[in-house]
């Protein structure tokens, strides 16, 4: 954890409101998943999309990790693809799991060297005639879904991703008649998921249609692996997960009669925790009925969950840590009322005008997911090391540079 006086100091030298990461953090997640899964061949895929920062991404990218596990990336568009490539990760350790892209998309990241994980039938089809002893993934729909939002169950029959699992065996007659390989199946049912059971009983699900591909050498579950977001959410058990990820792997493997690898696909547990959105209190407003709102210099425009999902994000006064507890709403700076870091009203230290609030959990899906909306800039990104040194890994824009693009 980041101590207060290391918080004071960037809101001082960088101004707020600015992301903060954790970088000692970031590395541990990593470990801890990386030894959690005792399977190997493993590949940990980044999955990019949930922070993109360069320098996060080198981070990760520069993690020596155990013997037998490898970091790639799992990128859904070419500009992650490239990304990916400029942070140093191989072209054999990028899967491209694009979801309805055009045909010239894939054929552009094919071309870079990078397995794409196909997601419609009609894609397979074009891709294997043009592309004939080509090697590809699958993703499947396996009709299980998982998550903390409806917006973010990635499998079932209200999803719009993979090929569903009963049309499993078209997709390899395909393959077949362009003598195309089908060398990786995968599927990612979902984010934010705390309950392994649900993580393993899709894998089961997997496992049924997986032996349809005959040519197999990596299966790929996804990401979705969550993170505690409010005190009263329990944090996953990861190391129970990851031995029995790894029983169920050597089961399929032993009756498959090939070893292959496994792939793991996690964003959120890489990065939410070690990231955090700094702000100031503008104004406290006390309304007659009693409700107290406190505005800060940031909004959904800067990090979206709240709004978007209804997310608790966990909020910290460390300017007055041992203030009395008061009942309060901090609410951000846009036109919009929906502009809410805390959807409900919640108990924090009094909140005064100028104190500076932590808002947890803000490394995943944050920064990434900002917008420009209201013509307010992005915040800058700051990098905490071990030794407490600080960082700017990205810089704040400028309300000029905003105005003169507009
Ligand atoms: C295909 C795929 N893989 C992995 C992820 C990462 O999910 P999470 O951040 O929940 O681990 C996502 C997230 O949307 C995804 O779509």
């Known amino acids: 954890m980041i101590n207060t006086e290391i918080f004071q100091l960037i809101a001082k030298k960088f101004k707020t409101p600015a992301y903060v990461y954790e970088q000692e953090l970031l590395k541990t997640q990593l ?5 959690a899964i005792l399977w190997r061949p493993l590949t940990i895929l980044y999955a990019i999309k949930a922070n993109s920062n360069f320098r996060l991404v080198r981070t990760l990218v520069n993690q020596r990790l155990p ?21 140093g990760v191989s072209n054999q350790n990028i899967i491209f799991t694009g979801n309805n892209v055009s045909n010239e998309e894939i054929d552009t990241v094919y071309k870079k060297g990078v397995m794409v994980n196909i997601d419609a039938l009609s894609h397979l089809e074009k891709f294997c005639r043009k592309h004939s002893n080509g090697r590809i993934c699958i993703r499947i729909n396996p009709n299980v879904g998982a998550g903390h939002h409806d917006h973010c169950i990635t499998g079932g029959p209200d999803s719009k991703f993979g090929i569903w699992y009963s049309q ?5 007659n395909i393959a077949d008649k362009y003598n195309v390989h089908i060398v990786g199946v995968h599927q990612h049912i979902g984010s934010q998921i705390l309950d392994p059971d649900k993580f393993l009983y899709a894998m089961d699900v997997l496992f049924e249609i997986a032996p349809i591909f005959w040519d197999l050498s990596f299966v790929d579950f996804g990401g979705g692996f969550g993170v505690p977001y409010s005190p009263e959410e ?7 997960l990851g031995a029995a990820m790894s029983l169920i792997f050597t089961n399929f493997c032993d009756k498959y009669d090939r070893k292959l690898k496994m792939v793991i696909e996690p964003g959120r547990y890489l990065t939410a925790q070690a990231g955090y959105l700094l702000v100031k209190v503008t104004t406290v407003k006390h309304n007659p009925d009693g409700k107290i709102f406190v505005g800060v210099n940031s909004g959904f425009n800067h990090l979206d969950r709240p709004a978007r999902y209804g997310s608790y994000h966990h909020i910290v006064n460390i300017s007055n840590p041992n203030g009395p507890k008061r009942k309060v709403r901090i609410v951000g700076n846009l036109c919009e009322s929906g502009d809410k870091f805390t959807p409900e009203e919640r108990k924090i230290a009094e909140p005064r005008e100028g104190d500076l609030l932590i808002i947890e959990n803000a490394g995943a899906y944050g920064y990434c997911m900002s917008s420009n909306y209201n013509l307010r800039p992005r915040p800058p990104e700051i990098m905490v090391t071990k030794r407490g040194s600080v960082c700017e890994i990205r810089k704040r824009q400028t309300t000029e540079e905003l105005v003169a693009s507009a």
Not at 31 to 35: H, K, S
Not at 67 to 87: F, H, M, W, Y
């Open 31 to 35: 470990l801890t998943l990386a030894n």
């Open 234 to 240: 329990k944090p996953l058990d990861i190391q129970s």
């Open 168 to 172: 499993a065996q078209l997709a390899q």
């Open 67 to 87: 013997k037998g596990v490898i970091l790639g990336v799992d990128a859904v568009s070419p500009g992650e693809v490239d990304l990916a490539l400029r942070a």
